[in-house]
């Protein structure tokens, strides 16, 4: 059974960091992506990052680019998503996901991701 559980959420003033984690089971981490989605109150979910942790390669979305990072300890099959200067605008429940490699290639990752986790809170405040 494939599970994706995340932590790391929580209650950070803007300009302030957070450190989410996202620890899978059941499946081969060689062949799947890893990433995150986030959807903010009244708004439509968005991916904006995932990893392929067989060899490291990244996709970032324009709003999150340059102040996120994320990656990925393969030994303890865990994608971090490591954000910086966060924002009000970056409020809203991250969703840890995943898919197998070469679908997340070739497609957006709405279509690619298979598998969901069941979510984790950001609150940025002012």
């Known amino acids: 059974e494939v599970q994706l559980v995340e932590s790391g959420g929580g209650l950070v003033q803007a300009g302030g960091s957070l450190r989410l984690s996202c620890t899978a089971s059941?499946?081969?981490?060689?062949?799947?992506?890893i990433g995150w989605f986030r959807q903010a109150p009244g708004k439509e979910r968005e991916g904006i990052s995932y990893?392929?942790?067989?060899?490291?390669?990244?996709y970032y979305d324009d709003s999150v680019r340059g102040r996120f990072t994320i990656s990925s300890d393969n030994a303890k099959t865990t994608v971090y998503l490591h954000m910086n200067d966060l924002k009000p605008d970056d409020t809203a429940v991250y969703y840890c996901?995943?898919?197998?490699?070469?679908?997340?290639?070739?497609?957006?990752?709405?279509?690619?991701?298979?598998?969901w986790g069941k979510g984790t809170l950001v609150i940025v405040s002012t």
């Open positions: 996901t995943s898919g197998r490699s070469a679908l997340v290639r070739e497609a957006p990752m709405e279509y690619a991701m298979s598998a």
């Open positions: 059941g499946f081969s981490f060689d062949d799947y992506a």
């Open positions: 990893i392929n942790p067989s060899d490291g390669s990244t």
